[in-house]
């Protein structure tokens, strides 16, 4: 069994929709949850962070951690198509050591 | 300030070859990790290095090998290219023990024919 599940999509959604991308995972020692956008052929950029469980918003997204579920999410409100990429959640436990990826879901946002 | 920088952008190898794909940070962060992306598989970590002078193995290791004499620079070794490592490789850097945010270079292609 993999640590870190998600649905690899696509994902194609029309602009100014709500998106919800969601990773579930094992190992209850994850404390510390990221969001990561992926442009094709281009590095990871960070775009949420977040520590343990609850809600943090940051302009257009919203990250939800619920530890009880091993369940994380990346809402996207008015999705824009410069939003379409790929998106990839990532977790570590509280020594920072290893990093575990979803395998990425692929946005797609038609104007 | 550069960031994560990786040289080279994209190379061919043949079997056999060896070669080392380089990383560098101008962040001071203490923490630095190297990762393969194939399709389908995500981000999955070979090594990584919580300081200059240590490093440990991460999920894929085997033909792989790595370094740390400096802060700054990270580079990975493929001893004897295996068509297996045809992938694109990312170097990833972050302060460490304050925050679990990683920084990524952006990425090598790498061929093995």
């Known amino acids: 069994q993999k640590e870190v599940e998600q649905d690899p999509g696509p994902l194609s959604v029309p602009e100014g929709a709500i998106v919800s991308l969601n990773c579930t995972y094992s190992?209850?020692?994850?404390?510390?949850f990221m969001w990561y956008r992926q442009y094709s052929r281009k590095g990871p950029e960070l775009l949420m962070y977040?520590?343990?469980?609850g809600n943090k918003e940051d302009g257009r997204f919203t990250a939800q951690v619920d530890k009880s579920s091993k369940y994380i999410s990346l809402f996207i409100r008015d999705s824009q198509p410069s939003d379409s990429a790929t998106y990839l959640c990532?977790?570590?436990?509280?020594?920072?050591?290893?990093?575990?990826f979803g395998s990425g879901t692929k946005l797609n946002v038609k104007p | 300030n550069a960031g994560v920088t990786q040289t080279p952008k994209f190379q061919v190898l043949k079997t056999g070859q060896s070669m080392t794909l380089q990383c560098a940070q101008d962040?001071?962060?203490?923490?630095m990790s190297w990762y393969r992306q194939d399709p389908g598989m995500g981000l999955r970590l070979i090594h990584y290095?919580?300081?200059?002078?240590?490093?440990d193995q991460g999920e894929v290791p085997n033909g792989y090998n790595v370094s740390r004499s400096t802060t700054e620079d990270f580079p990975l070794r493929l001893l004897s290219a295996a068509p297996s490592q045809t992938s694109v490789y990312f170097c990833?850097?972050?302060?460490?023990?304050?925050?679990?945010?990683?920084?990524f270079g952006p990425g090598t292609r790498l061929l093995v024919l």
């Open positions: 990833a850097s972050s302060p460490g023990t304050t925050s679990a945010a990683q920084y």
């Open positions: 190992n209850s020692a994850f404390q510390y």
């Open positions: 977040t520590y343990s469980s």
């Open positions: 990532a977790m570590t436990a509280s020594n920072f050591n290893k990093f575990y």
């Open positions: 962040m001071n962060h203490e923490y």
């Open positions: 290095s919580v300081g200059a002078g240590i490093t």
